[in-house]
């Protein structure tokens, strides 16, 4: 619940300063060549460029971790879960983009999208694995080792090992239902 607030706050946040109307003098044509916006920004000085490339990249990058937090596996591959975080990234930063076209003083640039889906990787990079790392090694640590006494149940939720969940052991065993034969 959390993790959906947060990207709801965040969303609302990369709204406001993507959608507001600019008052300016005149508007740069739209930029549809890959790579182009990124070079005349290099071309302005390595200050100048540095600080529009960040902010591309820093744009949509807490979508990296606040997707994946929002789904809350912890048990899922890290390639899957990269490619679905950065494809929603992409696809948020495309749907931006396309809604600036209504809004005055903005224009498409496709540098942004390429910007704001990389910043949206590097974050999920940095971040989930190692997270998600973090919180299956605690999950491991509260299973707590508990003696079964020998005549115990089938159904009981002790493992090979001999201990038994923290979770299963608060919740019991799962109730069997006996067969009915059925009325004539």
């Known amino acids: ?11 609302m946040l990369v709204g406001w300063l993507t959608l507001r109307p600019l008052d300016v003098m005149w508007v740069n044509a739209a930029n549809l060549t890959p790579f182009a916006g990124i070079k005349a920004d290099l071309a302005l000085g390595p ?6 490339i960040g902010e591309g990249l820093l744009l949509l990058a807490p979508l990296g971790v606040l997707l994946p937090m929002v789904d809350g596996r912890l ?3 890290g390639w899957a879960s990269m490619a679905r975080t950065v494809t929603a990234g992409a696809m948020i930063s495309l749907g931006i983009e396309l809604l600036q076209t209504g809004v005055p003083g903005r224009v498409v640039d496709v540098d942004s999208l390429l910007l704001n889906t990389a910043g949206v990787a590097l974050a999920h990079l940095a971040v989930v694995p190692a997270g998600r790392a973090r919180l299956r090694r605690a999950r491991r640590i509260r299973t707590v080792p508990r003696r079964v006494p020998r005549g115990s ?10 201990t038994v969940a923290r979770d299963e052991a608060l919740q019991g ?12």
Do not use: C, D, K, Y
């Open 47 to 52: 200050v100048q460029a540095a600080r529009r």
């Open 173 to 184: 065993t799962t109730p069997t239902i006996p067969r009915v034969g059925i009325a004539p």
């Open 75 to 77: 048990f899922v591959a």
């Open 153 to 162: 149940q089938a159904g009981s939720p002790e493992n090979e090992s001999g």
């Open 1 to 11: 619940m959390a993790g959906f607030v947060l990207l709801l706050l965040h969303l």
